[in-house]
């Protein structure tokens, strides 16, 4: 299955370069457009369901739920690390850079927004929110539109913590 897999990738991507060489792509290309995104959305559908399934399934697992802690543990304790670090190039690099001149049109040129980055910010509407935010955001308020918006963190946090529950309840 894996070598009709390669093969169809390269029959397919040297179709398209033939096609796109002879130019012949105006009526075929809405016709493969739309069973590609059929077959993306395909995959999503069951993708989600299955990944949440595993998590909850492993997570109810006694031994999985304890090396999930001391995977967690482990996170913990490089965060701190990584902060730590953090602190100590906050302290020791100002002093460096205040040293080296700069060449202050350049700087000003650099500070200016360019047309794509503000375009970007307006499109993509989601506000610059403070790490506050972003920690509540992980639990999310509604399983559904979590889904529906894709969102994969908030829906595995949920599972993690959804199987973890599992794990006391009486058989």
Known sequence: MTLLSIVGLAAGAALGGVLSATGRTT????????????????????????????????????????????????IALYLVMLLFG??????????????????????????APTPESASGAKESGKSDGSPGDFVTALVPRNLVRSAVNEEFLPLVIFAILFGLAMQRIDP
């Open 27 to 74: 009526l075929i290309l809405p016709v493969l457009q739309v069973g590609g995104t059929l077959w993306m959305n395909a995959l999503r559908m069951v993708a989600l369901p299955l990944a949440l399934a595993n998590v909850v399934s492993s997570m109810a697992n006694t031994g999985t739920a304890r090396a999930a802690g001391r995977i967690g543990g482990a």
């Open 86 to 111: 953090a602190a100590v190039v906050w302290t020791v690099v100002p002093p460096i850079l205040h040293r080296i001149s700069v060449d202050r049109a350049a700087l000003l040129q650099m500070k």
